[in-house]
């Protein structure tokens, strides 16, 4: 059972455009979702977390929305760079479990 | 900070033989770990929770005979394929959570990947 589903599978940018990726959850007791870069090869780097209490959350050009009644929780990736293309991971867990449910990633294209 | 690293980054063996993967948190104690299996192209698959000085947790499907774990140290996890075979190759990651940090966050390694001929 997929309990976070991540969606566009890719994506293809223009330089300075916006990148949007969408994950929804379905456990109710997921109380942690951070979003992972992942570059080929490589073990992925956290980017930005955000916990239920709050509906967005920005740190430089990432930003986080979240949707806590709708389950669903996306990433905008402002002034998307040729730099930034990667596989993009939401995932979720449990505060005391800590274990993440990984989405299936977004390959990401910004193209120059 | 918050550096992990993992040993060796690739690896090429024979069926039927094993293999040792090492993570180790340099820059932090982690009393728990995770070892992730990535397929090509896919996501990461949480194959087991360590904890140090205790049996590790696996998850459902994961053979625990099989990829054996042992957390001796607070900033070292291992992870032993045994009997390797054509469908085990696969990049191995691992993570760690700051033992003496406020949240939740895991720091990856980064993978060593394993080609069983």
């Known amino acids: 059972q997929q309990q976070v589903k991540q969606s566009p599978q890719s994506l293809i940018v223009q330089k300075g455009g916006i990148s949007i990726i969408n994950c929804a959850y379905e456990?109710?007791?997921?109380?942690?979702f951070p979003w992972y870069q992942q570059f080929p090869g490589k073990g992925p780097a956290l980017l930005i977390a955000i916990r239920p209490d709050v509906s967005e959350k920005k740190e430089g050009r990432f930003t986080i929305s979240f949707n806590k009644s709708a389950k669903q929780f996306s990433l905008h990736i402002m002034d998307s760079q040729p730099g930034d293309s990667a596989t993009y991971f939401c995932?979720?867990?449990?505060?005391?479990?800590?274990?993440?449910?990984f989405g299936s990633g977004t390959r990401l294209q910004v193209q120059p | 900070g918050a550096v992990v690293s993992q040993h060796p980054s690739r690896v090429i063996c024979k069926s039927g033989t094993s293999v040792k993967i090492e993570c180790r948190s340099l820059?932090?104690?982690?009393?728990?770990m995770f070892w992730y299996r990535q397929f090509p192209k896919q996501s990461l698959m949480l194959m087991a929770t360590s904890n140090e000085g205790s049996k590790a947790t696996y998850e459902q499907g994961v053979e625990k005979d099989k990829f054996l774990i042992n957390h001796a140290s607070l900033t070292l996890s291992t992870l032993t394929v045994t009997s390797a075979h054509p469908e085990d190759s696969s990049f191995y990651i691992c993570?760690?959570?700051?033992?003496?940090?406020?949240?939740?966050?895991?720091?990856f390694g980064p993978g060593t990947r394993l080609l069983v001929l």
């Open positions: 995932a979720a867990s449990i505060t005391g479990r800590r274990a993440l449910t």
């Open positions: 993570s760690a959570i700051n033992s003496g940090g406020l949240q939740e966050t895991q720091y």
């Open positions: 456990n109710t007791a997921f109380d942690y």
């Open positions: 820059d932090f104690q982690a009393t728990t």
